[in-house]
């Protein structure tokens, strides 16, 4: 792939990457804080709450989103290392957050260079860097199924994608690209240095992105059985150096959850099911029909064909997608990267073709128009000042109040999205504020909302909860009715104020 198309692209992508948070913090004005998401604000204010706990000092994770958050954990240490790294350099978290976020980017597009040229059946020029921006810019057809009122999965599983990866967090193209790196290099290790490389990588792929781990070790049990059956030599290094020490982690994080009575109720919680066979089917064509094409061209040569790493990898993902497991969905992570390379070839043996040189340029349209439906959205929807996305100035001013004067175990009772997003912003817990991280969450929200709607006659409900704080702005007072409480006020400032509950 010539370097001079390889970087303007990469470039393009980098910036289109950057320019909807751009806008978005623009169309704040005066009035309004954005929060730092533009999709999935969710799992966005889980990141920041976990960047707070390392920029305060911690290694070992708390559940945020509780006010009974267990002992501490050795997970999530990638956002915990961000959160240190924001401590040391002095700087916002939304800053250190989003500038990872840009390189992993950067990272994952170097790896899908390398890895397309790699694997790639055609050595053109102009077949590799077709394929590569078809990996990095194409999603599927859900754009053309929301025309009939669908959701697919390409406009909201981003981990499966290259481009809504790194989009939406920095450890999805980190670890892709971690996934990336280990699956080519994993073919030729065969010395000291390439397997402590493996063993590195390794360990840092069950970090950051832990379902890469199994992901990449089914791909390498696929190998190895095919060899079995083939009477080939099996690599063994390289498979123990690439899948052993991550795997050791995982099991380990896995047993710390398990052996955590809150973590083993956010695990619970946390159900993430695979998408239906039709929706797969759409958010990953057109790339997954030229790839099957490419797959059907080669079934003369099995041996061939179940050694490659790009047939594994698709057979991995579909298989553990659709095992009886709660996490399921996140299996799917990075499927559409083997089904571009793959279907990068057919495109080019077609359009060698006269009649079919029309092909890449229709297969590239229609492969961004989703990923260019996600920004539109993303970018008019910020001009909206949604809920979940803004917080009005004397929010976030109060907000700041309480981060640098509350002692910093202090629970807070809030709104559902003032709990969602100030654990985030502050450091301090909430009675609930998310899902799966809150614990008995179901209960709780009814709790909180029940609280809400009469605030005077469930006071009990607030010290029941665990609440040792009350946001009470404007939100709070839109769903209650009610102005004030009668408690102690710590803060009371531009129509919010903060409630001190006493045991």
Same mark, same amino acid.
């Given at each position: ?8 692209? /990469? ?29 999935? $604000? ?47 350099? =002095? ?31 055609? /050595? ?27 959701? &697919? ?16 967090? $920095? ?46 070790? &089914? ?36 047993? !710390?959850?398990?052996? =955590?009575?809150? %973590? ?50 698709? @057979?991995?993902?579909? %298989? ?19 089904? @571009? ?7 080019? !043996? ?22 260019? %439906?996600?920004?539109?959205? +993303? ?35 809030? +709104? ?9 912003? /502050? ?7 998310? $899902? ?15 609280? %809400? ?14 609440? /040792? ?35």
């Amino acid at each position: 792939m010539r370097g001079k198309v390889f970087w303007v692209v /990469t470039i393009v992508f980098l910036l289109i990457l950057l320019l909807p948070y751009v806008l978005a913090w623009a169309a704040a004005g005066s009035d309004w804080v954005f929060v730092g998401f533009l999709i999935n $604000p969710l799992d966005g204010n889980s990141y920041f709450a976990k960047m707070q706990q390392g920029a305060a000092g911690a290694w070992l994770f708390r559940l945020p989103f509780t006010a009974e958050p267990g002992e501490g954990s050795f997970l999530f240490i990638f956002y915990l290392i961000l959160g240190h790294i924001a401590r040391i350099v =002095h700087a916002p978290l939304w800053m250190i957050f989003h500038g990872a976020r840009l390189v992993g980017a950067l990272v994952l597009a170097l790896a899908l260079r390398r890895f397309i040229e790699r694997y790639h059946e055609k /050595t053109t020029a102009g077949g590799l860097e077709f394929t590569f921006a078809l990996s990095l810019f194409g999603a599927g057809l859900g754009w053309l199924a929301s025309l009939a009122g669908a959701f &697919t999965a390409d406009m909201w599983v981003a981990e499966a994608f290259p481009f809504f990866s790194a989009l939406v967090n $920095p450890h999805f193209p980190i670890g892709l690209a971690l996934l990336l790196f280990l699956i080519q290099e994993s073919e030729r290790i065969g010395s000291i240095g390439g397997a402590t490389a493996a063993v590195g990588l390794s360990a840092a792929l069950a970090l950051i992105m832990p379902f890469g781990v199994v992901a990449l070790c &089914t791909i390498q049990m696929f190998g190895m059985l095919v060899r079995l059956i083939l009477r080939q030599r099996i690599p063994w290094l390289a498979v123990l150096t690439s899948c052993v020490p991550g795997g050791l982690l995982l099991v380990g994080q896995y047993l !710390q959850i398990l052996n =955590h009575s809150e %973590l083993a109720q956010w695990n619970q919680q946390n159900v993430t099911l695979s998408p239906p066979a039709w929706d797969v089917l759409v958010s990953f064509s057109p790339a997954l029909i030229l790839a099957g094409i490419s797959i059907w061209r080669r079934r003369k040569n099995l041996g061939e064909l179940a050694l490659d790493p790009l047939v594994t990898w698709v @057979a991995a993902g579909v %298989l553990l997608s659709i095992l009886p497991f709660n996490l399921q969905r996140r299996f799917l992570l990075g499927l559409y990267i083997p089904l @571009a390379v793959l279907a990068g070839g057919t495109a080019a !043996q077609l359009a060698a073709r006269k009649k079919t040189r029309w092909l890449r340029s229709g297969l590239l349209i229609a492969s961004i128009m989703s990923n260019v %439906l996600i920004l539109l959205a +993303s970018i008019l929807g910020a001009y909206q000042h949604p809920p979940k996305l803004y917080l009005q100035t004397h929010e976030y001013a109060a907000m700041q109040w309480m981060a640098e004067n509350s002692p910093k175990d202090s629970v807070v009772l809030a +709104s559902e999205d003032i709990g969602m997003i100030l654990p985030g912003q /502050t450091g301090l817990r909430v009675v609930y504020g998310h $899902p799966y991280e809150t614990t008995n969450a179901e209960s709780k929200q009814k709790a909180v909302a029940a609280f %809400l709607a009469n605030p005077g006659g469930e006071m009990n409900t607030a010290r029941d909860l665990g609440a /040792t704080l009350i946001f009470w702005g404007p939100r709070e007072k839109e769903l209650s009715g009610v102005d004030t409480l009668p408690l102690t006020a710590v803060y009371n400032q531009n129509n919010v104020s903060i409630y001190h509950v006493a045991p």
